[in-house]
């Protein structure tokens, strides 16, 4: 209990001494933790909420389609001598210029929907200088070429080989040239080029 002395308040009146219970301690302190549970389902539920964005999983990506034409391998052949698998000035070349080694595929090669023909020959030289004349005279229109696997096999022999879809590289002592014509589809002259440039670069077949 707190006694009050007898005084005047600002509006005239007079206040007689008396007493009053003491003021509880603490008051405020009451409301402010009556709020601390609400801060802490605050906090509480901000820190869940962020927890839940951050262990989302990322969306799984498509699997990437293939690119390219594929090639499935119809025949090989190793025989020798080169100029024995030739025709015109390519066969009078390698009549005098014999090759060491001479390995001939033909591949059914697809892309979108399309299927092409593909013979490619490796002819190994015995130099560089003597596989890049090979490629220089196979490169020149008109002038013979390393026969196409596919004349010595039946079920593609009345296939022929143009020479419009056409690529010849050098690997070392080695000449590689590919030629491609279509199956079935379009004729897309693009996608002949395509399929005609892998196939040059495809690996040698072995025996």
């Given at each position: 209990?707190?006694?009050?002395?007898?005084?005047?308040?600002?509006?005239?009146?007079?206040?007689?001494?008396?007493?009053?219970?003491?003021?509880?301690?603490?008051?405020?302190?009451?409301?402010?933790?009556?709020?601390?549970p609400?801060?802490?389902?605050?906090?509480?539920?901000?820190?869940?909420?962020?927890?839940?964005?951050?262990?989302?999983?990322?969306?799984?990506?498509?699997?990437?389609?293939?690119?390219?034409?594929?090639?499935?391998?119809?025949?090989?052949?190793?025989?020798?001598?080169?100029?024995?698998?030739?025709?015109?000035?390519?066969?009078?070349?390698?009549?005098?210029?014999?090759?060491?080694?001479?390995?001939?595929?033909?591949?059914?090669?697809?892309?979108?929907?399309?299927?092409?023909?593909?013979?490619?020959?490796?002819?190994?030289?015995?130099?560089?200088?003597?596989?890049?004349?090979?490629?220089?005279?196979?490169?020149?229109?008109?002038?013979?070429?390393?026969?196409?696997?596919?004349?010595?096999?039946?079920?593609?022999?009345?296939t022929?080989?143009?020479?419009?879809?056409?690529?010849?590289?050098?690997?070392?002592?080695?000449?590689?040239?590919?030629?491609?014509?279509?199956?079935?589809?379009?004729?897309?002259?693009?996608?002949?080029?395509?399929?005609?440039?892998?196939?040059?670069?495809?690996?040698?077949p072995?025996?």
């Open positions: 209990m707190v006694n009050v002395r007898r005084y005047t308040r600002r509006d005239g009146t007079t206040v007689r001494a008396h007493t009053r219970s003491a003021p509880r301690r603490g008051g405020g302190g009451a409301g402010l933790l009556a709020l601390i609400l801060t802490l389902l605050l906090g509480v539920g901000a820190l869940l909420a962020t927890h839940r964005e951050g262990s989302q999983e990322e969306p799984t990506a498509a699997p990437a389609q293939q690119v390219g034409p594929t090639f499935a391998p119809i025949g090989v052949s190793h025989a020798l001598p080169c100029g024995a698998h030739a025709y015109g000035e390519v066969k009078r070349f390698l009549d005098t210029t014999p090759c060491l080694a001479l390995a001939r595929a033909l591949y059914e090669a697809s892309e979108q929907g399309h299927r092409v023909l593909v013979a490619v020959a490796w002819a190994e030289m015995p130099d560089r200088a003597s596989a890049d004349a090979l490629k220089e005279l196979a490169d020149r229109e008109g002038s013979g070429n390393i026969t196409e696997l596919s004349q010595e096999l039946p079920q593609h022999a009345g022929r080989f143009t020479g419009r879809f056409y690529r010849a590289r050098t690997d070392g002592a080695t000449t590689v040239i590919a030629q491609s014509e279509p199956l079935t589809g379009t004729r897309d002259e693009a996608l002949l080029d395509r399929v005609t440039q892998a196939a040059a670069h495809l690996p040698r072995t025996r």
